[in-house]
């Protein structure tokens, strides 16, 4: 439904508006943002047709040498990362589709400063006459920075350039290197100062799949940089230690935020979870096992951090299982307040009263901002992830809980599916984008989770942070 909608309204376009049913295009020409994206994801699911039609738009029609600049990291991870994945799937044979991932990763590697080794939060398609100014150096935050290594390494393995895990390499290592506070990074990387700063830790934009990455190298590499796992331990360590915390009434296990930095008088915590973070649950249950079924192991293979990692992943994931069910609509918010104690008096910390309470004594709230559903993936990734790893039936009951809810709210009769405005209302009020991460991450993981078998053993392939599977 959600590829016959595009296909039918957008094709060749890099983003879909369903409501209004038409197209558009991040640069003049596009850039293969939709369709890249979603290859891998018609592939696992058997559908080859659809999967023939956009391979071969991209083969013949994208163009990687235009005027416009993109974001280095949303293409690494979307398009750079979607092509990867379609080449492996598809057999590792497509030359003309390696072709086009190569080109793309050439333009891309341009942003990275060849002095610092730190990239550019832009890069320009095209290369600009000796004339021009080069693109403004602008901070870019630590995930944007730090989520660039498996794609790139990958593209090394596989053309045979070491430019592309040279260049990404030399970003992740002045990462490790960074001064921080227990493993935690302040959210942004100033390129000219060449220094993390920023006066919050977050776990969830700005911040998220850095730490996802410390852990996915390790894997990547089949366990042979422990330089990566070391660092993934001690940022999980210092997130347990400063950010995870328990509300008041319905004991809901939370990741929240820490502020003021800058000041030592103004560090606070935050009580608010972001739906980025319910990826968090997924990753420590990774962490914890490798990818192996818990049936699978000898309890003694477990250690005590590890059996920590997986307590902690079942508990955040009922949390962002909360996020959906305690709403009317059953979708989730972008992020959710709860209700803790001040960490200083022990009393009920103080709310903004025109935070909406999701249930009469409940512990979620969730501001007027925080109110829009964009058919986001990372607590069904979760829901996946711990299916595989503990074979608990919950998960798949959650996880169809809430495909029912996206079924009965945003998917449109005119074909398609969109975001909604506010899930705090039924029914809620829709938007008009359906994102393309939707189709690489959502429906795949949801494809995944209730699907027989074990297609994309998590032993043998690590997911990159848009959902496209890569192996070891």
Same mark, same amino acid.
């Given at each position: 439904?959600?590829?016959?909608?595009?296909?039918?309204?957008?094709?060749?376009?890099?983003?879909?508006?369903?409501?209004? *049913?038409?197209? #558009?295009? !991040? @640069?003049?020409?596009?850039?293969?943002?939709?369709? /890249? =994206?979603?290859?891998?994801?018609? %592939? &696992?699911?058997?559908?080859?047709?659809?999967?023939?039609?956009?391979?071969?738009?991209?083969?013949?029609?994208?163009?990687?040498?235009?005027?416009?600049?993109?974001?280095?990291?949303?293409?690494?991870?979307?398009?750079?990362?979607?092509?990867?994945?379609?080449?492996?799937?598809?057999?590792?044979?497509?030359?003309?589709?390696?072709?086009?991932?190569?080109?793309?990763?050439?333009?891309?590697?341009?942003?990275?400063?060849?002095?610092?080794?730190?990239?550019?939060?832009?890069?320009?398609?095209?290369?600009?006459?000796?004339?021009?100014?080069?693109?403004?150096?602008?901070?870019?935050?630590?995930?944007?920075?730090?989520?660039?290594?498996?794609?790139? *390494?990958?593209? #090394?393995? !596989? @053309?045979?350039?070491?430019?592309?895990?040279?260049? /990404? =390499?030399?970003?992740?290592?002045? %990462? &490790?290197?960074?001064?921080?506070?227990?493993?935690?990074?302040?959210?942004?990387?100033?390129?000219?100062?060449?220094?993390?700063?920023?006066?919050?830790?977050?776990?969830?934009?700005?911040?998220?799949?850095?730490?996802?990455?410390?852990?996915?190298?390790?894997?990547?590499?089949?366990?042979?940089?422990?330089?990566?796992?070391?660092?993934?331990?001690?940022?999980?360590?210092?997130?347990?230690?400063?950010?995870?915390?328990?509300?008041?009434?319905?004991?809901?296990?939370?990741?929240?935020?820490?502020?003021?930095?800058?000041?030592?008088?103004?560090?606070?915590?935050?009580?608010?979870?972001?739906?980025?973070?319910?990826?968090?649950?997924?990753?420590?249950?990774?962490?914890?096992?490798?990818?192996?079924?818990?049936?699978?192991?000898?309890?003694?293979?477990?250690?005590?951090?590890?059996?920590?990692?997986?307590?902690?992943?079942?508990?955040?994931?009922?949390?962002?299982?909360?996020?959906?069910?305690?709403?009317?609509?059953?979708?989730?918010?972008?992020?959710?307040?709860?209700?803790?104690?001040?960490?200083?008096?022990?009393?009920?910390?103080?709310?903004?009263?025109?935070?909406?309470?999701?249930?009469?004594?409940?512990?979620?709230?969730?501001?007027?901002?925080?109110?829009?559903?964009?058919?986001?993936?990372?607590?069904?990734?979760?829901?996946?992830?711990?299916?595989?790893?503990?074979?608990?039936?919950?998960?798949?009951?959650?996880?169809?809980?809430?495909?029912?809810?996206?079924?009965?709210?945003?998917?449109?009769?005119?074909?398609?599916?969109?975001?909604?405005?506010?899930?705090?209302?039924?029914?809620?009020?829709?938007?008009?984008?359906?994102?393309?991460?939707?189709?690489?991450?959502?429906?795949?993981?949801?494809?995944?989770?209730?699907?027989?078998?074990?297609?994309?053993?998590?032993?043998?392939?690590?997911?990159?942070?848009?959902?496209?599977?890569?192996?070891?």
């Amino acid at each position: 439904n959600a590829w016959r909608a595009y296909r039918r309204d957008a094709f060749g376009s890099d983003e879909y508006h369903p409501v209004s *049913r038409h197209g #558009s295009n !991040l @640069t003049s020409q596009g850039i293969g943002y939709f369709i /890249a =994206d979603v290859l891998d994801t018609m %592939l &696992l699911m058997g559908l080859q047709n659809e999967y023939q039609q956009g391979r071969d738009y991209l083969v013949r029609h994208l163009t990687v040498e235009q005027e416009g600049s993109v974001s280095l990291f949303e293409t690494t991870i979307r398009v750079l990362g979607g092509l990867l994945s379609a080449y492996h799937w598809s057999g590792e044979s497509d030359r003309e589709l390696l072709d086009v991932a190569s080109r793309l990763g050439l333009r891309l590697i341009e942003s990275f400063d060849y002095d610092s080794g730190i990239p550019l939060k832009y890069a320009a398609l095209q290369r600009a006459p000796a004339n021009q100014t080069e693109m403004p150096r602008r901070s870019i935050s630590v995930a944007e920075a730090g989520t660039l290594q498996l794609e790139f *390494r990958y593209l #090394s393995k !596989l @053309t045979g350039n070491e430019v592309f895990r040279r260049q /990404a =390499d030399r970003a992740m290592q002045f %990462l &490790l290197g960074a001064q921080k506070h227990d493993g935690l990074a302040p959210l942004y990387l100033n390129a000219t100062s060449r220094r993390l700063e920023g006066d919050t830790l977050r776990m969830g934009a700005a911040g998220d799949s850095y730490y996802e990455y410390l852990l996915k190298q390790w894997l990547q590499t089949k366990q042979s940089e422990p330089v990566f796992r070391e660092k993934y331990d001690e940022a999980m360590e210092g997130m347990k230690k400063y950010m995870v915390d328990v509300s008041l009434g319905q004991r809901l296990t939370f990741i929240g935020e820490i502020s003021g930095l800058s000041s030592e008088e103004q560090v606070r915590f935050v009580p608010k979870m972001e739906h980025l973070a319910c990826f968090f649950a997924g990753n420590l249950a990774m962490g914890a096992t490798r990818g192996r079924s818990l049936a699978e192991m000898s309890p003694l293979e477990l250690g005590a951090r590890d059996r920590e990692d997986l307590v902690l992943a079942r508990q955040l994931a009922e949390t962002c299982a909360h996020m959906y069910f305690d709403m009317p609509s059953g979708l989730s918010p972008e992020a959710a307040h709860l209700r803790s104690a001040d960490r200083e008096t022990g009393a009920q910390a103080a709310f903004n009263s025109s935070f909406y309470r999701a249930q009469p004594g409940g512990d979620i709230l969730v501001s007027q901002r925080d109110r829009y559903y964009i058919l986001r993936p990372e607590t069904i990734e979760s829901f996946f992830i711990l299916w595989r790893i503990t074979k608990e039936a919950k998960w798949r009951e959650y996880g169809w809980r809430v495909f029912e809810s996206v079924e009965r709210w945003t998917r449109l009769r005119s074909g398609g599916y969109t975001s909604a405005h506010d899930v705090t209302v039924v029914p809620p009020t829709l938007e008009d984008k359906m994102h393309t991460f939707f189709v690489a991450e959502t429906l795949k993981y949801f494809y995944l989770l209730f699907g027989d078998g074990d297609a994309v053993p998590l032993t043998q392939y690590v997911f990159n942070t848009e959902a496209h599977p890569l192996p070891l």
